[in-house]
C-alpha cells in the first residue's frame, strides 16, 4: 500500500525502516523489557512486519510508533474485515503536533473497522478522535492471592485497610479451596503440552449466536498459541460432550516473573 501521508509527515511499515533509527525509536517510547521484546518477537507479536507502523518527519527522524493487527470480527452471520489497533505511542517532545491525528487518518484509510482496549489516558485521546469508547464493561475475577490486586494492593486510607484486610482474611480460604478442588481432579478432563489448532478453531465457531466475538479460525490458533515465542508455557486442558468430541477447552500460560510463578 502507498504511505498515506500527513500534511507534515509519512507513516510507513516496519520493512522500510532504518534498523538503528527504530531500534533507537523502541527504546525511547517504551520501557526497556516492552523494547526489547518488540525487536526480538514483535514480528510474530503483530503478525508480520508489514502490520507494524513508524510515523515519520523524514527518513532519518522517527516520531511515533504504533501496530496495525489484521482481524476479523464476526457481528451474527456477518463476519467483517478490520485491526486491533496497539501501542500507539509519540515522543514526547512531538506531542501536541496533530501526529495522533495523521495516525488516525492512515488507519481509518486502512481499515473500516478498528479495535483497541486502551489505558484510561489512551481511551480520552481515542474519544478525541470519534472513536466510540465502552466504559461499561465488566471484569470478573476469582483470585487466589486477593493482594495481588492493584486494586487492592495500592488502595489508601480508610478503604484500602478494609480492602486489604479483608483479602488477608480471605487467602487461606481462598488457598484451602485450590488445594481441595485439585485433589480431585475431574477424570473427563485432559490435560496435554499441544493441542490441534483445528479442534480450537472448531470450539471457537460454536460460540452463541448473538455475540460480537473475532473470529478463531485455524491458522489463528496456530499464530498466536503454538508459534508463540513462549509456547512452551501454555497447558490445554479439554472436556468432552455428549458424543465424545471435545466440547470445552481451557488455555493456561504458566511462567515467573520476579521469582514468582503466575499462571
Known amino acids: 500500500m502507498k504511505d498515506t501521508p500527513a500534511p507534515h509527515c509519512s507513516i510507513y511499515s516496519l520493512t522500510r525502516t532504518d534498523p538503528r533509527l527504530l531500534e533507537d525509536l523502541l527504546d525511547n517510547c517504551f520501557a526497556e523489557g516492552k523494547s ?13 512486519r508489514e502490520n507494524q507502523y513508524v510515523i515519520a518527519l523524514s527518513p532519518s527522524e522517527y516520531v511515533g510508533y504504533f501496530a496495525l493487527i489484521p482481524t476479523v ?3 451474527g452471520e456477518e463476519q467483517l474485515p478490520g485491526a486491533w489497533l496497539i501501542d500507539l505511542y509519540i515522543l514526547n ?3 501536541g503536533r496533530k501526529f495522533e491525528s495523521a495516525a488516525d487518518a492512515f488507519m481509518r484509510e486502512k481499515y473500516k473497522l478498528l479495535i483497541g482496549f486502551p489505558n484510561i ?3 480520552k485521546i481515542h474519544k478525541k478522535h470519534g472513536w466510540g469508547v465502552r466504559d461499561d ?15 487492592i494492593r495500592e488502595s489508601r486510607g480508610v478503604r484500602g485497610a478494609v480492602l486489604k484486610s479483608a483479602a488477608f482474611l480471605a487467602t ?20 496435554t503440552r499441544k493441542f490441534d ?3 480450537l478453531a472448531a470450539l471457537d465457531s460454536k460460540m452463541p449466536p448473538g455475540l460480537v466475538t473475532v473470529v478463531r479460525d485455524r491458522v489463528y490458533f496456530q499464530w498466536r498459541f503454538l508459534a508463540a515465542p513462549h509456547a512452551g508455557e501454555f497447558t490445554y486442558y479439554s472436556a468432552p460432550g455428549a458424543g465424545g468430541a471435545a466440547e470445552l477447552c ?3 500460560r504458566t511462567f515467573v516473573r520476579n521469582a514468582v510463578k503466575i499462571t
Do not use: E
Request: with cysteine; proline share 11%.
Open 73 to 75: 470480527v464476526k457481528v
Open 36 to 48: 526489547t521484546f518488540l525487536r526480538t518477537h514483535g514480528d510474530w507479536y503483530c503478525n508480520g
Open 121 to 123: 489516558l489512551a481511551a
Open 93 to 95: 517532545q512531538y506531542r
Open 137 to 151: 464493561l465488566k471484569l470478573q475475577m476469582f483470585p487466589l492471592r486477593p493482594l495481588s490486586i492493584p486494586l
Open 250 to 252: 481451557l488455555i493456561t
Open 197 to 199: 489448532p483445528a479442534v
Open 172 to 191: 487461606p480460604l481462598l488457598q484451602a479451596f485450590k488445594l481441595v478442588r485439585g485433589a480431585k481432579p475431574d477424570p473427563a478432563v485432559t490435560k
